[in-house]
C-alpha cells in the first residue's frame, strides 16, 4: 500500500495515537467504568477565525455508492451515515462493506474495523452522545438484531448499542437529533415516545433515554401531510430550540413551520419569536414542508436556515438561507436572504467567520434569478460561504458535483465536513464525504 504524507494540524495530531492501542484503551475504560462518562458538548458548529481552505485534504475515505446525508464527529471519530453498502480506505485500494453507516479517525481517514453496527432501516440523523458514544435516529426497528425503534445509542468502540439507554420511538420516525448538556432532543413524525404521548418533538435524558417531562409541546394543523418536526436546532448555552415542520400552530398560536422554543425555562414554553416569511407556497403537492437545515452562530445569537422549494419560481423566501436573529420580535423579519434564483440549499453551517451553505444550487446572491443567473448574482457550485453580517456570498468558492446537492455539512474545530452524493469537491476525486481543514 503506498505511504501518505500529510500535514496534521495540532488539532488533528490529538487524534495520532494509534487506532488499534486507542480501541484497547476504550474497551478496558468502559469495562472499568461503573458510570457513564460526562457528556459532549452541544452538537453545535465549532467556532472558526477565518475561512476554511478551498483545497480538501487528502485523508478523507470515500464512499463508493449511495449517499452521505449526515455526520457527526463522536467518542474521537467522524461518523457519516446515509445509503450507501461500500467505503474504501483515503488512497482507494481497499473495499469495505459499511451498510449505511461507518465511522473513521480524523487526521488519518483510518475506517474503523469494530464499528459495524447492523441497522435494519433508514438512518437519518447522527449526533455525539456521552463520552465514547454517538446517538442515531431515522427509520428502522432494530440494531443488531436487539429492538431499537427509531433512536438508539451506540458505542464507537464497538457499534452495539449502550446498556440503559431505554428511549424508544412508538410510531412513526425521527428526522433530526440534537444533543445538549445531558438532554437529547428529538423531532419527527411521531405521536408517542416511551408509552408517553409527544407529537413531533421530544427531549430525552441523553444517559439513560428516559423521557424528560419539561418539554411538552403541542403542534398541530399541518399544511400538508402528517404533523411532523422534520427539522431542530438547539442554542449553544441550551435556552433555545428552533423547531420546523409541517405544523401551522404551537400551543395553539399561529407558527407557520417553524418556531423557537425557550428551552431555559422549567417546564420549556414557546417564545414569542414568530415570522410569517416561510407562508407562501414555495413547493409543490409531494413536499410537505420546504424548510430544510437550521444552525446557530456559534455566540447563539442568530440562527439561519436553509430552504427548497418546487421547481417552479415562486414568490417568497424559497431556495434560499435566512439570517434570524434569536432574540427576535413577534412577526420578525430576516435579518438578510439570500437567494440562489431558483435551485435547492439542504444543508447550512454556522462558524461566526461563515455561513456554509450545501444543496445543488448554481449561483448566490441571485433575488431576480429566474432558474438563470439574474443581475449581481456569483456562481456557486453546489456549495458555498456567505457573510454573517452583510448576508452577501464570500469569495470562497470551492465548487462541487451538484448531483441532488450535499446534504451534510459540519463544522469541527479542524474544519469543515462536508457529506453529498457526488464524488467531486474542490476540483478533486472525494467519494461522498470531504473536508476542508482550517487556513
Not at 449505511?100 to 440523523?125: C, K, L, M, Q
Not at 439570517?323 to 438578510?336: I, K, L, V
Request: glycine share 14%.
Amino acid at each position: 500500500m503506498a505511504t501518505v504524507r500529510t500535514a496534521y494540524s495540532p488539532a488533528a495530531l490529538r487524534h495520532r495515537l494509534p487506532f488499534a492501542l486507542a480501541v484497547a484503551l476504550s474497551v478496558f475504560a468502559a469495562a472499568s467504568a461503573s458510570t457513564v462518562v460526562a457528556p459532549s458538548p452541544a452538537h453545535a458548529g465549532a467556532r472558526h477565525s477565518g475561512v476554511v481552505s478551498e483545497n480538501p485534504v487528502n485523508w478523507t475515505p470515500h464512499v463508493l455508492d449511495g449517499s452521505v446525508t449526515t455526520i457527526a464527529e463522536a467518542g474521537g471519530l467522524v461518523v457519516a451515515a446515509g445509503d450507501f453498502t461500500e467505503v474504501s480506505d483515503p488512497e482507494g485500494e481497499d473495499t469495505l462493506e459499511r451498510d449505511r453507516i461507518f465511522a473513521f479517525e480524523p487526521g488519518t481517514g483510518e475506517i474503523s474495523s469494530t464499528f459495524r453496527p447492523e441497522v435494519d432501516g433508514t438512518i437519518r440523523s447522527v449526533v455525539p452522545g456521552p463520552g465514547r458514544t454517538v446517538f442515531i435516529g431515522g427509520r428502522f426497528e432494530h440494531v443488531n438484531g436487539e429492538p431499537h425503534r427509531g433512536l438508539a445509542l451506540l458505542s464507537t468502540v464497538d457499534g452495539e448499542p449502550v446498556d440503559g439507554f431505554s428511549a424508544s420511538i412508538d410510531n412513526g420516525s425521527v428526522y433530526r437529533l440534537a444533543a445538549h448538556g445531558g438532554r437529547l432532543y428529538a423531532g419527527g413524525s411521531f405521536t408517542s415516545v416511551n408509552g408517553t404521548e409527544r407529537t413531533g418533538v421530544a427531549r430525552f435524558d441523553a444517559d439513560t433515554g428516559e423521557l424528560d417531562k419539561g418539554l411538552d409541546i403541542t403542534i398541530s394543523e399541518p399544511r400538508r401531510g402528517d404533523l411532523r418536526v422534520g427539522e431542530l436546532a438547539v442554542s449553544p448555552s441550551g435556552d433555545k430550540l428552533v423547531i420546523a415542520g409541517t405544523f401551522t400552530k404551537v400551543e395553539g398560536k399561529g407558527r407557520y413551520q417553524i418556531a423557537v422554543i425557550n428551552t431555559g425555562s422549567t417546564p420549556a414554553r414557546l417564545s414569542n419569536w414568530s415570522t410569517s416569511a416561510y407562508s407562501k407556497p414555495c413547493d409543490y403537492e409531494r413536499m410537505n414542508t420546504y424548510l430544510r437545515q437550521i444552525d446557530f452562530a456559534p455566540d447563539g445569537s442568530y440562527f439561519v436556515v436553509a430552504t427548497a422549494g418546487g421547481p417552479s419560481i415562486k414568490e417568497g423566501i424559497c431556495k434560499t438561507v435566512a439570517r434570524w436573529e434569536s432574540n427576535g420580535p413577534a412577526g420578525a423579519d430576516p435579518t438578510w436572504v439570500n437567494h440562489t434564483g431558483g435551485d435547492a440549499v439542504y444543508s447550512v453551517a454556522a462558524t461566526g467567520a461563515a455561513v456554509y451553505v450545501g444543496g445543488h444550487q448554481r449561483w448566490m446572491d441571485n433575488p431576480e434569478g429566474q432558474h438563470d443567473a439574474g443581475p449581481g448574482a456569483v456562481e456557486r457550485e453546489g456549495i458555498g460561504a456567505i457573510d454573517p453580517r452583510t448576508g452577501k456570498a464570500l469569495p470562497w468558492n470551492p465548487g462541487r458535483e451538484r448531483g441532488h446537492g450535499a446534504e451534510a455539512l459540519l463544522a469541527t474545530a479542524d474544519g469543515l465536513y462536508v457529506g453529498s452524493d457526488t464524488t467531486r469537491l474542490g476540483g478533486e476525486y472525494k467519494g461522498r464525504i470531504g473536508m476542508f481543514p482550517l487556513r
